[in-house]
Protein backbone atom coordinates (compact mmCIF):
# COMPACT_ATOMS: atom_id res chain seq x y z
CA UNK A 1 0.00 0.00 0.00
CA UNK A 2 1.81 3.49 -1.08
CA UNK A 3 1.75 6.58 0.79
CA UNK A 4 -0.56 9.28 -1.24
CA UNK A 5 1.94 12.23 -0.84
CA UNK A 6 1.58 15.92 -2.20
CA UNK A 7 3.51 18.50 -2.73
CA UNK A 8 3.25 21.87 -4.38
CA UNK A 9 4.98 24.70 -5.77
CA UNK A 10 4.92 27.84 -7.91
CA UNK A 11 6.75 25.85 -10.39
CA UNK A 12 10.57 23.57 -10.41
CA UNK A 13 11.25 24.17 -6.75
CA UNK A 14 9.85 21.32 -5.26
CA UNK A 15 11.96 18.67 -7.42
CA UNK A 16 14.25 19.25 -4.46
CA UNK A 17 12.16 18.34 -2.26
CA UNK A 18 10.57 15.27 -4.53
CA UNK A 19 14.20 14.14 -5.53
CA UNK A 20 15.01 14.11 -1.19
CA UNK A 21 12.04 12.06 -0.63
CA UNK A 22 12.59 9.45 -3.42
CA UNK A 23 16.10 8.49 -2.19
CA UNK A 24 14.70 7.73 0.88
CA UNK A 25 11.75 5.59 -0.22
CA UNK A 26 9.72 4.12 -2.59
CA UNK A 27 6.53 3.78 -0.91
CA UNK A 28 4.59 6.79 -2.16
CA UNK A 29 2.80 7.78 -4.94
CA UNK A 30 3.01 11.51 -5.76
CA UNK A 31 0.98 14.35 -6.84
CA UNK A 32 2.87 17.30 -7.67
CA UNK A 33 1.46 20.77 -8.28
CA UNK A 34 3.16 23.46 -10.00
CA UNK A 35 1.30 26.59 -9.95
CA UNK A 36 2.80 27.72 -12.99
CA UNK A 37 0.46 30.48 -13.98
CA UNK A 38 1.01 32.52 -10.71
CA UNK A 39 4.84 31.90 -10.55
CA UNK A 40 6.55 33.87 -8.70
CA UNK A 41 4.51 33.56 -5.24
CA UNK A 42 7.50 35.29 -3.77
CA UNK A 43 6.57 38.89 -4.98
CA UNK A 44 3.07 38.47 -3.99
CA UNK A 45 1.82 39.87 -0.65
CA UNK A 46 -0.03 38.12 2.37
CA UNK A 47 -3.41 38.06 1.39
CA UNK A 48 -2.86 36.89 -2.14
CA UNK A 49 -0.48 34.20 -0.99
CA UNK A 50 -3.18 32.50 1.71
CA UNK A 51 -6.10 32.92 -1.20
CA UNK A 52 -3.69 30.82 -3.62
CA UNK A 53 -3.12 28.25 -0.62
CA UNK A 54 -6.88 28.47 -0.65
CA UNK A 55 -7.27 27.19 -4.00
CA UNK A 56 -4.48 24.74 -3.66
CA UNK A 57 -6.13 22.66 -1.13
CA UNK A 58 -9.31 22.81 -3.35
CA UNK A 59 -7.27 21.08 -6.00
CA UNK A 60 -5.77 18.34 -3.05
CA UNK A 61 -9.10 18.10 -1.50
CA UNK A 62 -10.12 15.03 -3.26
CA UNK A 63 -6.70 13.03 -3.83
CA UNK A 64 -7.12 11.57 -0.56
CA UNK A 65 -3.81 12.47 0.84
CA UNK A 66 -2.07 10.89 3.54
CA UNK A 67 0.48 13.62 4.42
CA UNK A 68 0.89 17.63 2.49
CA UNK A 69 4.77 18.10 1.91
CA UNK A 70 4.95 22.09 1.92
CA UNK A 71 7.55 22.87 -0.78
CA UNK A 72 7.22 26.60 -1.18
CA UNK A 73 8.48 28.84 1.48
CA UNK A 74 6.54 31.77 0.92
CA UNK A 75 3.42 29.77 1.24
CA UNK A 76 4.56 28.54 4.51
CA UNK A 77 5.26 31.88 6.05
CA UNK A 78 2.15 33.06 5.25
CA UNK A 79 -0.84 30.56 4.76
CA UNK A 80 0.30 26.97 6.57
CA UNK A 81 -2.24 27.15 8.96
CA UNK A 82 -4.69 27.46 5.90
CA UNK A 83 -3.60 24.08 4.20
CA UNK A 84 -2.96 22.55 8.10
CA UNK A 85 -7.03 23.73 8.30
CA UNK A 86 -8.52 22.78 5.21
CA UNK A 87 -7.21 19.59 4.23
CA UNK A 88 -7.15 17.90 7.95
CA UNK A 89 -4.02 16.16 7.42
CA UNK A 90 -0.15 15.88 8.26
CA UNK A 91 1.62 18.90 6.68
CA UNK A 92 5.06 18.84 6.26
CA UNK A 93 7.00 22.30 6.03
CA UNK A 94 10.57 23.36 5.13
CA UNK A 95 10.89 26.55 8.11
CA UNK A 96 9.95 24.81 11.57
CA UNK A 97 11.32 21.46 9.94
CA UNK A 98 14.90 23.51 9.66
CA UNK A 99 14.37 25.48 12.64
CA UNK A 100 14.83 22.14 14.35
CA UNK A 101 18.88 21.52 12.95
CA UNK A 102 20.29 24.99 12.81
CA UNK A 103 23.67 24.45 14.68
CA UNK A 104 25.88 27.76 14.78
CA UNK A 105 24.95 30.82 16.18
CA UNK A 106 25.26 33.52 13.16
CA UNK A 107 22.59 32.28 10.03
CA UNK A 108 22.09 33.66 6.93
CA UNK A 109 18.57 33.00 4.69
CA UNK A 110 18.30 33.76 1.29
CA UNK A 111 14.61 33.54 0.45
CA UNK A 112 12.08 35.53 -1.51
CA UNK A 113 10.80 39.27 -0.88
CA UNK A 114 7.46 38.40 0.98
CA UNK A 115 9.39 35.17 2.96
CA UNK A 116 11.96 37.67 4.05
CA UNK A 117 9.15 40.00 5.29
CA UNK A 118 7.08 37.76 7.46
CA UNK A 119 9.82 37.37 9.62
CA UNK A 120 8.82 33.17 9.78
CA UNK A 121 12.30 32.14 9.59
CA UNK A 122 13.43 34.50 12.13
CA UNK A 123 11.00 33.79 14.51
CA UNK A 124 10.98 29.78 14.48
CA UNK A 125 14.66 29.67 14.62
CA UNK A 126 14.98 32.04 17.54
CA UNK A 127 11.87 30.18 19.23
CA UNK A 128 13.93 27.13 19.31
CA UNK A 129 17.57 28.55 19.93
CA UNK A 130 17.09 32.13 21.65
CA UNK A 131 20.75 33.18 21.04
CA UNK A 132 20.94 33.07 17.60
CA UNK A 133 21.45 35.93 15.37
CA UNK A 134 19.50 35.77 11.97
CA UNK A 135 20.35 38.10 8.84
CA UNK A 136 18.13 37.66 6.07
CA UNK A 137 18.27 38.74 2.57
CA UNK A 138 15.86 39.01 -0.07
CA UNK A 139 16.27 37.48 -4.08
CA UNK A 140 13.86 39.00 -6.39
CA UNK A 141 15.23 37.62 -9.29
CA UNK A 142 16.53 33.84 -8.44
CA UNK A 143 13.60 32.42 -9.07
CA UNK A 144 12.39 33.79 -12.72
CA UNK A 145 16.13 32.79 -13.69
CA UNK A 146 15.72 29.38 -12.46
CA UNK A 147 13.03 28.98 -13.77
CA UNK A 148 13.94 29.61 -17.58
CA UNK A 149 14.14 27.01 -19.89
CA UNK A 150 17.59 27.97 -20.79
CA UNK A 151 19.86 29.61 -17.74
CA UNK A 152 21.89 32.36 -17.76
CA UNK A 153 24.69 31.93 -16.04
CA UNK A 154 26.60 34.99 -16.11
CA UNK A 155 23.02 36.15 -14.75
CA UNK A 156 23.01 33.63 -12.18
CA UNK A 157 26.54 34.42 -11.60
CA UNK A 158 25.90 37.53 -10.96
CA UNK A 159 22.81 37.57 -9.01
CA UNK A 160 24.82 35.05 -6.66
CA UNK A 161 27.23 37.90 -5.77
CA UNK A 162 24.73 40.23 -5.08
CA UNK A 163 22.57 38.49 -2.86
CA UNK A 164 25.99 36.96 -0.70
CA UNK A 165 27.77 39.85 -0.48
CA UNK A 166 26.35 41.58 2.42
CA UNK A 167 25.61 37.86 4.19
CA UNK A 168 29.01 37.06 4.17
CA UNK A 169 29.85 40.80 5.21
CA UNK A 170 28.56 39.37 8.01
CA UNK A 171 30.80 36.61 8.93
CA UNK A 172 27.36 34.04 8.81
CA UNK A 173 28.44 30.13 9.24
CA UNK A 174 25.52 28.86 7.90
CA UNK A 175 23.56 29.80 5.38
CA UNK A 176 19.90 28.31 4.74
CA UNK A 177 18.57 28.15 1.20
CA UNK A 178 15.52 29.64 2.21
CA UNK A 179 13.45 28.92 -1.53
CA UNK A 180 13.02 25.66 -2.34
CA UNK A 181 14.50 27.08 -5.97
CA UNK A 182 17.57 28.30 -4.40
CA UNK A 183 19.22 24.68 -4.08
CA UNK A 184 18.94 23.89 -7.82
CA UNK A 185 21.45 26.56 -8.20
CA UNK A 186 24.07 25.04 -5.11
CA UNK A 187 27.00 24.58 -6.85
CA UNK A 188 26.79 28.60 -7.91
CA UNK A 189 26.58 29.43 -4.21
CA UNK A 190 28.81 26.77 -2.79
CA UNK A 191 31.69 28.24 -5.20
CA UNK A 192 30.96 32.02 -3.45
CA UNK A 193 31.55 30.96 0.22
CA UNK A 194 34.18 29.94 2.34
CA UNK A 195 34.00 26.38 2.93
CA UNK A 196 33.86 26.60 6.60
CA UNK A 197 30.00 27.91 5.92
CA UNK A 198 27.68 24.76 5.78
CA UNK A 199 24.81 25.80 3.05
CA UNK A 200 21.46 23.93 4.64
CA UNK A 201 18.89 22.73 2.28
CA UNK A 202 15.39 22.17 4.21
CA UNK A 203 13.92 20.06 1.87
CA UNK A 204 17.04 17.61 3.87
CA UNK A 205 14.99 18.72 7.46
CA UNK A 206 11.73 18.47 6.11
CA UNK A 207 12.60 14.57 4.78
CA UNK A 208 13.48 13.69 7.84
CA UNK A 209 10.58 14.98 9.61
CA UNK A 210 8.04 13.20 7.14
CA UNK A 211 9.92 9.42 7.43
CA UNK A 212 10.30 9.62 11.28
CA UNK A 213 6.66 10.26 11.04
CA UNK A 214 5.61 7.56 8.71
CA UNK A 215 8.33 4.84 9.26
CA UNK A 216 9.71 3.29 5.64
CA UNK A 217 9.59 -0.64 6.01
CA UNK A 218 13.41 0.16 5.35
CA UNK A 219 15.40 2.68 5.82
CA UNK A 220 18.46 3.70 3.19
CA UNK A 221 19.33 5.92 0.55
CA UNK A 222 18.89 5.04 -3.05
CA UNK A 223 21.02 5.64 -5.80
CA UNK A 224 18.99 6.06 -8.50
CA UNK A 225 15.31 7.75 -7.69
CA UNK A 226 11.76 6.40 -10.08
CA UNK A 227 9.65 9.07 -10.73
CA UNK A 228 7.32 6.13 -11.94
CA UNK A 229 4.76 6.81 -9.41
CA UNK A 230 4.45 10.34 -9.90
CA UNK A 231 2.02 12.66 -11.44
CA UNK A 232 2.64 15.92 -12.63
CA UNK A 233 -0.11 18.81 -12.96
CA UNK A 234 0.97 22.81 -13.71
CA UNK A 235 -1.96 25.68 -14.26
CA UNK A 236 -0.40 26.71 -17.65
CA UNK A 237 2.71 26.29 -19.79
CA UNK A 238 2.04 22.24 -20.37
CA UNK A 239 4.88 22.21 -22.98
CA UNK A 240 7.53 24.03 -21.30
CA UNK A 241 6.68 22.24 -18.19
CA UNK A 242 7.21 19.35 -19.79
CA UNK A 243 11.07 20.58 -20.95
CA UNK A 244 11.95 21.71 -17.18
CA UNK A 245 11.24 17.85 -16.13
CA UNK A 246 13.03 15.76 -18.88
CA UNK A 247 15.84 18.89 -18.29
CA UNK A 248 15.91 19.19 -14.10
CA UNK A 249 15.08 15.07 -13.81
CA UNK A 250 15.94 13.60 -16.73
CA UNK A 251 12.72 12.21 -17.90
CA UNK A 252 9.98 12.69 -20.24
CA UNK A 253 6.57 12.83 -18.14
CA UNK A 254 2.74 13.56 -19.24
CA UNK A 255 2.15 16.84 -17.81
CA UNK A 256 -1.61 17.26 -16.93
CA UNK A 257 -3.28 20.88 -17.41
CA UNK A 258 -5.93 22.11 -14.08
CA UNK A 259 -7.68 24.85 -13.66
CA UNK A 260 -7.49 26.51 -10.19
CA UNK A 261 -10.22 28.78 -8.64
CA UNK A 262 -9.20 32.02 -7.87
CA UNK A 263 -7.44 34.49 -10.46
CA UNK A 264 -5.24 36.23 -8.36
Same mark, same amino acid.
Given at each position: ???????????????????????????? &???????????????????????????????????????? @??????????? @??? @?????????????????????? #???????? #????????? &?????????????? #? #???? &?????????????????????????????????? @??????????????LRKKLDSNI?????????????????ASPKTCCYE?????????????????????????????????????????
Open positions: MKLKIGIFDSGIGGFTILNSLLKTRKDV &EIFYLADTKRIPFGNKNFKEIRLIAKDICTFFVDKNLDAL @LVACNTTNACA @LDI @LKDELKVPCFDLINSVSEIVDK #QIIGVLAT #QTTVRSSYY &EKAIIAKKENTIIF #Q #QECP &EFVSEIEKEKLNLDKLNSLSDLYLRPLINKNIEE @LILGCSHYPLIYDFKIIDPSVALIKKFNESFSISLENVKFFVTSEKDEFSNKVKFWLGINKEIRLVNLRSNV
